[in-house]
């Protein structure tokens, strides 16, 4: 059947979203490492992208309104998909022989479905569907 056009625009967002939002931790990381010691600044900017990743696929990609249980869930989602990430990051450098400089990119492809699932999970409060869903309103 595939994908229905809701849904690839649906993925789209979701996809810039993340894309920029990691150009955003990134520069805000390395702005707090002026000032901060560079654990510090990590936490604090990813704390800062976890927010501005549930604004703006609560409000572009889903459509949904924000709530703290969408938040807290979208974070527990964030956070588990981290721990996944991490770990295929190890086995791809350790157990494949991949270059550590490489490797993230693939351990964050390979653990995409699994950060769409979590955040559309805690944006609608249910699994994923293969029929279209509603755009932002």
């Given at each position: 059947?595939?994908?229905?056009?809701?849904?690839?625009?649906?993925?789209?967002?979701?996809?810039?979203?993340?894309?920029?939002?990691?150009?955003?931790?990134?520069?805000?990381?390395?702005?707090?490492?002026?000032?901060?010691p560079?654990?510090?600044?990590?936490?604090?900017?990813?704390a800062?992208?976890?927010?501005?990743a549930?604004?703006?696929?609560?409000?572009?990609t889903?459509?949904?309104p924000?709530?703290?249980?969408?938040?807290?869930?979208?974070?527990?989602?964030?956070?588990?998909?981290?721990?996944?990430?991490?770990?295929?990051?190890w086995?791809?450098?350790?157990?494949?022989?991949?270059?550590?400089?490489?490797?993230?990119?693939?351990?964050?492809?390979?653990?995409?479905?699994?950060?769409?699932?979590?955040?559309?999970?805690?944006m609608?409060?249910?699994?994923?569907?293969?029929?279209?869903?509603?755009?932002?309103?």
């Amino acid at each position: 059947a595939g994908v229905s056009p809701e849904r690839r625009s649906v993925l789209l967002r979701f996809v810039a979203v993340n894309v920029l939002n990691t150009g955003a931790y990134y520069g805000l990381y390395l702005l707090l490492l002026l000032v901060l010691p560079y654990v510090l600044a990590n936490v604090v900017a990813l704390a800062a992208a976890v927010l501005l990743a549930y604004a703006g696929n609560a409000r572009w990609t889903f459509g949904t309104p924000m709530s703290g249980r969408s938040l807290l869930g979208f974070a527990a989602g964030n956070l588990a998909t981290t721990v996944l990430r991490t770990l295929v990051l190890w086995l791809l450098v350790e157990q494949a022989g991949m270059s550590e400089v490489t490797a993230p990119v693939l351990a964050t492809a390979v653990t995409f479905p699994v950060a769409y699932v979590l955040a559309e999970l805690a944006m609608l409060g249910r699994r994923p569907v293969t029929g279209p869903v509603a755009g932002p309103a």
